[in-house]
């Protein structure tokens, strides 16, 4: 089992930067993938933001390109997603994911608001 908890989030005008956190705690030493997803007022999905591997490989939605950045401490068993130049359109609720090999599931944080005012 993995429990994984979002903090961070906030109001913020548009162009500010906020940065999520998300600490992680129990079976870590199986989490191999970790990532942000985000689900949009009025969407019934939740889409791809970024993920990182446990050896640092990254990977981006197009739209946050350049604008965000993910990262992980292992040390503190904590991810991270730097959004810089937020728009109105990031308005979401964010969700932290994490990824185990062995048995092979997800688990999900219970979720950070984000907002973005123009």
């Known amino acids: 089992q993995v429990q994984l908890v979002e903090s961070g989030g906030g109001l913020v005008q548009s162009g500010g930067s906020l940065r999520l956190s998300c600490a992680a705690s129990?079976?870590?030493?199986?989490?191999?993938?970790m990532g942000w997803y985000r689900q949009a007022p009025g969407k019934q999905r939740r889409e791809f933001v970024a993920?990182?591997?446990?050896?640092?490989?990254?990977r981006y939605e197009d739209s946050v390109k350049g604008r965000f950045t993910i990262s992980r401490d292992n040390a503190k068993n904590t991810m991270y997603l730097q959004m810089n130049g937020l728009k109105p359109e990031d308005t979401a609720v964010y969700y932290c994911?994490?990824?185990?090999?062995?048995?092979?599931?997800?688990?999900w944080g219970q979720g950070t608001q984000v907002t973005v005012s123009s």
């Open positions: 994911n994490a990824a185990t090999k062995y048995p092979p599931l997800g688990y």
């Open positions: 129990g079976s870590i030493v199986s989490i191999t993938v």
């Open positions: 993920t990182i591997t446990s050896g640092g490989s990254t």
